[in-house]
């Protein structure tokens, strides 16, 4: 009865790291350009130290690769919105300075005009700069990421180019999500993207939504309810026989 109890204890425990997953994708499903992750694992690792070597146990796999499959395009007419194309990513700068990858390209410039995404994050130029568009300038984004600044007062004006955004293909990559949600090279945290084939291109005045299907995942957060509630009900069957088990022994005594 012990054992069982505690396999499904420890069922339990794993299964939560899927529930997470499945939360977060559940609570970015209008997120502009979030990327749901490849599927949490669940496999029986053996147990070492002292006891049977039969011991197994349920333990949770992810290393929360992202799946690049492209979300839903939204054109929104917006100057500063951008769409990144095929399994482009765009450079940032995370809170503490490193480089990371975004899908997000919902843009907008600062009070002191700096170019960052809807998250807050830093948009890097080509070089790995930051981006500084002159104030009350009109923006045009051109599909390779070059972005020109023109007068509001002057129609024919062609622009100045006042940078490019660090556009990568990482269609040869694999990316993990970090904490705050950006991407990275899965084990070179902060390293660039230099290994693409594609040439990385972008959509201007549009956005791309979430590739995260909101109807599949509220059937996997009932299958993992239902999965909870099954483990859950294991554990009181298992002390109901134990009890009983008890009191017959105490009977016959």
Known sequence: MDRLAFNAVAAINEQRVARQVTANELAN??????????????RAIKVEGPGLETRLQPQAVSTDVVSMRPGTMMVTGRDLDVAINDKSVLGVSTRDGQLAFTRRGDLQVTSAGTLQNGSGFVVRGEGGQPITVPP???ININPDGSIYATSDQDMLDPGVLVGRLMLR?????????REDGLFEIEGNPGADITNGTLRPSLTSKALEGSNVNAME??????????????????IKESKTG??????MLKAGS
């Open 29 to 42: 499903v209008s997120t502009p350009g979030f990327k749901r992750s490849y599927e949490v694992a669940m």
């Open 136 to 138: 009350g300038s009109k």
């Open 169 to 177: 293909d990482a269609s040869q990559s694999n990316l993990v999500r």
């Open 217 to 234: 995942l509220m059937i996997k957060l009932m299958d993992q309810s239902r999965s909870f509630e099954q483990q859950v009900r294991i």
């Open 242 to 247: 134990d009890e009983v088990g008890a009191s």
